[in-house]
């Protein structure tokens, strides 16, 4: 997982533990690893989400959600936009519940891992 990670780069991690415990849960060498290229390290419980979302135990989206949240690529509400359209597209009129929130939900359960 770390193999191609460089220097400074983001490290979005899907694990049901709160970030307090991720750390520990880390094996030595991953903790090493993060920190020797000055990584920054993010942790979802995306399972949880997912569910509390109506999308069962679909994963990708609030996977996707974060990804563009922390890479920037979009303005926050064009990439909401997407994502969206995207669940939209995939999911049908499960869709409609989760796409009409105000705050998605990945934005509510993300948290940045400490050390």
């Known amino acids: 997982m770390l193999a191609e990670a460089t ?3 983001t490290l979005l991690i899907n694990c049901p533990l709160p ?3 991720l750390w520990d849960a880390l094996p030595r060498e991953a903790q090493e690893t993060i920190i020797a290229r000055k990584l920054r390290v993010f942790a979802i419980d995306a399972a949880t989400v997912a569910r509390e979302a109506g999308m069962g135990t679909r994963i990708n989206t609030i996977m996707q959600t974060c990804f563009f949240a922390l890479a920037g690529i979009f303005p926050r509400e064009e990439a909401l936009e997407h994502i969206k359209g995207a669940i ?3 999911y049908g009129r499960r869709a409609r519940r989760s796409c009409g929130r105000t705050t998605p939900p990945s934005t509510r359960r993300s948290s940045t891992c400490t050390r």
């Open 88 to 90: 939209k597209k995939t």
């Open 7 to 9: 220097e400074g780069a």
């Open 19 to 21: 970030t307090a415990a």
